[in-house]
């Protein structure tokens, strides 16, 4: 084992918009870090000055001098420079004891990434020192990775809700029978409640308060009392501009995420109906597999089982079914590899 990376340099890499994961071949997921860049600039010139986990902690916090960036929006590389730093960063860390070869790597993409997206994302991850870069749809990668049957002749749904995007995907032998993937996850999420408290409190809150009042009381269903539990969220007064705290309830971030969960919600719906029956009549046999970060936000499969009517399983490691997936597709090449695409 000692000598394991000297034979065996394949890597799975899922390159989300909130988090970076990277699967060794063989040895499952070693890295799960924040997908955050920051520099140090001066005189017009950037220097990395932190990747990942401590990178984030400087997101909203930031001096004029230091710039916090986040590479990917909406599943694709919004930020080519930053992206490539980060890939190569990341790839550096888990491979500590530097390997002989370069790595054979897969990467998930979205569903909907057009081709020059995919294109800057392989390319990425080849100027990160990549041998080779073969391309999964990220909706099957979660559905592998939620040990879902998708070889089998028989209609799985898999809905993957993920920092950028939420994808809605139907498949069968191994394919992607229907795809939808809309731009609302756990940003929108984040987004709804700073729009909340400022609409309701005049109280200004930042981005990372917000995902932690989602992360900690954050419900997609108004609690049965009609209050839930309570969390204090200090921000800004936007009348009076000093510091200001509020009581939050469940209820009230229940109202505020209303509208996205909403969207999610009718992007399984018109999934649905653009089934062909039979693979329709699996899905309401089988139900939907829930994976992604934002599918932990509280009582989301009971949301949206309500909302369709269908079972809702939560994927066993929702945050790592994706790159556990591309893992797969790395462990059984012969037999998963019409479905990763080194070409192009
Ligand atoms: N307990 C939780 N409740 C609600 N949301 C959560 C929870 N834990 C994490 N999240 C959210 O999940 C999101 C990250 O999920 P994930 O890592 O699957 O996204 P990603 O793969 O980086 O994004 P994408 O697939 O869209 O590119 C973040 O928005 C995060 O706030
Ligand atoms: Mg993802």
């Known amino acids: 084992m000692a000598f394991f990376g000297l034979f065996s340099t394949d890597i799975a890499i899922d390159?989300?918009?909130?988090?970076?994961?990277?699967?060794?071949?063989?040895?499952?997921?070693?890295?799960?870090?924040?997908?955050?860049?920051a520099y140090h600039v001066k005189d017009g010139k950037k220097q990395v000055l932190a990747v990942g986990e401590d990178a984030k902690l400087m997101l909203g916090r930031t001096p004029g001098s230091i710039e916090a960036i986040r590479p990917m929006r909406e599943g694709v590389i919004a930020d080519f420079d930053s992206?490539?730093?980060?890939?190569?960063?990341?790839?550096?860390?888990?491979?500590?004891?530097?390997?002989?070869?370069?790595?054979?790597?897969?990467?998930?993409?979205?569903?909907?990434?057009?081709?020059?997206?995919?294109?800057?994302?392989?390319?990425?991850?080849?100027?990160?020192?990549?041998?080779?870069?073969?391309?999964i749809a990220e909706p099957i990668a979660a559905a592998i990775g939620a040990g879902?049957?998708?070889?089998?002749?028989?209609?799985?749904?898999?809905?993957?809700i993920g920092g950028g995007t939420t994808e809605v995907a139907v498949l069968s032998l191994g394919d992607i029978v229907y795809a939808r993937s809309v731009r609302v996850g756990g940003d929108r999420m984040d987004d709804a409640i700073i729009n909340y408290l400022r609409r309701h409190h005049n109280l200004l809150i930042g981005e990372s308060t917000a995902e932690k009042v989602k992360t900690t009381i954050g419900t997609a269903r108004m609690p049965d009392d009609g209050r839930g539990a309570t969390m204090m969220v200090r921000g800004r007064d936007l009348?009076?501009?000093?510091?200001?705290?509020?009581?939050?309830?469940?209820?009230?971030v229940a109202e505020a995420l209303a509208e996205p969960i909403q969207q999610i919600c009718e992007a399984v719906m018109i999934a649905l109906e653009a089934t062909p029956p039979d693979l329709a009549a699996?899905?309401?046999?089988?139900?939907?597999?829930?994976?992604?970060?934002?599918?932990?936000?509280?009582?989301?499969?009971?949301?949206?089982?309500?909302?369709?009517?269908?079972?809702?399983?939560?994927?066993?490691?929702?945050?790592?079914?994706?790159?556990?997936g591309t893992g797969r597709a790395l462990e059984y090449e012969k037999q998963l590899r019409h479905v990763v695409d080194f070409e192009s």
Request: net charge positive; proline share 5%; aromatic share 2%.
């Open 15 to 37: 390159l989300g918009t909130a988090n970076t994961l990277i699967y060794v071949k063989n040895k499952g997921v070693i890295l799960n870090e924040p997908s955050v860049v």
């Open 83 to 135: 992206a490539e730093e980060m890939i190569k960063h990341f790839m550096k860390k888990a491979f500590r004891r530097s390997s002989i070869t370069k790595p054979k790597v897969i990467v998930c993409v979205p569903h909907g990434a057009t081709p020059v997206e995919k294109r800057a994302i392989r390319q990425s991850v080849l100027s990160a020192g990549a041998r080779k870069c073969g391309l």
């Open 148 to 160: 879902m049957p998708i070889t089998e002749p028989t209609g799985s749904m898999v809905v993957d």
């Open 239 to 252: 009348l009076n501009g000093v510091p200001k705290e509020v009581e939050l309830t469940q209820a009230m």
């Open 282 to 324: 699996d899905i309401v046999d089988r139900g939907v597999m829930l994976s992604g970060g934002g599918a932990m936000l509280g009582e989301m499969d009971l949301a949206l089982r309500e909302q369709t009517g269908l079972m809702v399983s939560l994927a066993d490691q929702p945050m790592n079914c994706v790159a556990m």
